[in-house]
């Protein structure tokens, strides 16, 4: 290469305009195009139809993660070699824009080319499309009416137009935090192409949970964050274990569930099998965070596989197993390779979760509802007086006396520390109230049933475990479960949090 062609070359490449590329949901193909469902079954896509239409050779569409004055996306066309499918995202480069005036309204269209097309990386400008392709925009932006006034723009102005529908697109999404939708919760494939975002991404496990018994899936509901993703399930049939204990006993073990979020490890049964009652409803759950997991692990023999966890907490470790099956144990390995990843945090595959710099609080915690139930239970109020000015409330529960007489049990939960009252009948509450550092707990357990609850924890001694329990009832059952939620959430904290809180 000569030193002048070196010199227009250079030149050519700092005139060149800059290259804004944004991503485009085609709406309207160019052409007869395809359209697909999925088939769940197989994992895949399956033809639904073809449309046949007559060939344009513009495809239009709305840019992603935009929001203009109407209220919608911005729109645009995008010249394409071949039609694509309704639904697809293309990624187009602006190359211009145009504007369109009636007696009663204006809007404005981007024009981009798609950046995978080889055969349109050399166009830059609008005016360097066919004749063909701009008679076809003018013909699709005008909508066949007379007196339309439509004016094409040069790329710096769409490309202040579309930043300005971006930014007021991101403002819009932060004045408007509120989550109508858990994170975990995957929508149906028919209904994304009407969201302003790309189809959200999902976990497989997060695509399956609706195969569940309903039952399980109203269960897990109630014990996930909105911002929890899941990560693994495997679902337990009932079933009698094999072998000489299990032809002893001739106990028939419970429908249950094994689910393995972001956040914590959580096994579910069924408080009573569904066809002893008259309503089919109650669980059992028992949940530690994925930071508490210092080991797993598998063991398999002729009919049944075993998984078990090691939950660690600042006084020592607590072992839990949960039976399935034997054909489930392949499933299981999985269950286990992907803790190990929270086991080894220096690991390469590592998997973690970062933190804010304090111990978060309950995002469900509902101050009126907490208000409520002291006024219910005034012995309440007397435990949360022992708290306040130190520490935040992130969860307070009571309920009446279990033997319909004296206290019933309440608890106060805060960033560092549970403060237990398990019910009585002496009017004061110092003697029997204790309190156990979150740093200590390794685990919470849950029974919600018409028949009885309890709320649970477990703290390592040494070798042993102790287990605290609170009995109660149904009807007050709403406040414990907060807690339950609040005091898994906070078990994920960093142990060291809570041993510097309690000036260990």
């Known amino acids: 290469m000569t030193r002048m062609s070196q010199s227009r070359t250079k030149l050519?490449?700092?005139?060149?305009?800059?290259?804004?590329?944004?991503?485009?949901?085609?709406?309207?193909?160019?052409?007869?195009?395809?359209?697909?469902?999925?088939?769940p079954q197989r994992g895949t896509l399956r033809l639904a139809g073809v449309h046949q239409r007559a060939y344009s050779g513009v495809e239009q569409g709305t840019v992603l993660n935009t929001l203009t004055e109407d209220g919608g996306p911005l729109e645009a066309f995008v010249p394409a070699t071949s039609p694509t499918s309704k639904g697809c995202i293309v990624e187009a480069r602006v190359i211009g824009g145009i504007r369109v005036s009636t007696l009663e309204a204006q809007g404005l269209y981007l024009v981009g080319v798609p950046t995978a097309d080889p055969a349109r990386a050399e166009v830059h400008d609008a005016a360097e499309l066919s004749q063909a392709e701009r008679q076809a925009i003018?013909?699709?932006?005008?909508?066949?009416?007379?007196?339309?006034?439509?004016?094409?723009?040069?790329?710096?102005?769409?490309?202040?137009?579309?930043?300005?529908?971006?930014?007021?697109?991101?403002?819009?999404?932060?004045?408007?935090?509120?989550?109508?939708?858990?994170?975990?919760?995957?929508?149906p494939l028919s209904s994304r192409w009407a969201s302003d975002d790309e189809a959200e991404p999902h976990t497989w496990a997060e695509y399956l949970i609706p195969s569940l018994p309903f039952r399980f899936q109203k269960y897990v509901e109630e014990m996930l964050l909105t911002d929890e993703r899941i990560l693994f399930f495997v679902e337990r049939p009932s079933f009698v274990p094999g072998g000489v204990w299990g032809v002893l006993r001739r106990q028939k073990l419970r429908q249950g569930l094994l689910v393995i979020t972001d956040r914590q490890v959580m096994a579910m049964l069924d408080s009573l099998p569904p066809d002893s009652t008259m309503v089919d409803w109650g669980y059992i759950a028992k949940a530690s965070a994925v930071e508490r997991v210092t080991g797993t692990w598998l063991d398999s023999r002729d009919s049944t596989c075993?998984?078990?966890?090691?939950?660690?907490?600042?006084?020592?470790?607590?072992?839990?197993?949960?039976?399935?099956?034997?054909?489930?144990?392949?499933?299981?390995?999985?269950?286990?390779?992907?803790?190990?990843?929270?086991?080894?945090?220096?690991?390469?595959?590592?998997?973690?979760?970062?933190?804010?710099?304090?111990?978060?609080?309950?995002?469900?915690?509902?101050?009126?509802?907490?208000?409520?139930v002291v006024e219910k239970y005034p012995h309440l109020g007397d435990l949360l007086s022992r708290i306040a000015g130190t520490e935040d409330v992130v969860a307070a529960a009571?309920?009446?006396?279990?033997?319909?007489?004296g206290l019933g049990p309440a608890l106060v939960l805060t960033p560092t520390k549970l403060v237990l009252f398990p019910g009585g009948s002496r009017k004061d509450l110092q003697p029997s109230c204790r309190e156990y550092p979150v740093a200590g707990i390794s685990s919470v357990e849950l029974t919600q049933s018409l028949i009885s609850c309890r709320f649970e924890v477990f703290v390592p001694a040494m070798e042993e475990v102790d287990k605290v329990t609170l009995r109660y009832y149904y009807p007050d059952a709403p406040s414990f479960l907060k807690a339950f939620v609040g005091l898994r959430h906070l078990l994920g904290q960093p142990v060291s949090w809570g041993l510097a809180e309690n000036g260990k």
């Open 138 to 187: 003018d013909s699709a932006a005008s909508f066949g009416l007379q007196r339309v006034f439509l004016q094409w723009i040069p790329y710096a102005d769409a490309e202040a137009a579309v930043k300005e529908a971006m930014k007021a697109y991101w403002q819009n999404r932060a004045e408007s935090r509120v989550r109508y939708v858990a994170a975990w919760k995957a929508q």
């Open 398 to 405: 009571a309920a009446r006396p279990v033997e319909g007489r």
């Open 306 to 372: 075993e998984i078990g966890f090691a939950f660690d907490s600042a006084g020592g470790v607590e072992r839990y197993t949960m039976t399935f099956p034997a054909a489930h144990s392949e499933a299981l390995q999985e269950a286990v390779n992907l803790l190990e990843r929270f086991v080894h945090p220096s690991a390469p595959t590592a998997a973690r979760r970062l933190y804010d710099q304090k111990p978060a609080t309950n995002p469900s915690r509902d101050e009126g509802e907490e208000t409520d």
């Open 12 to 39: 050519h490449r700092e005139e060149a305009p800059p290259e804004l590329k944004v991503n485009v949901r085609i709406e309207e193909p160019g052409g007869t195009f395809n359209t697909y469902s999925h088939d």
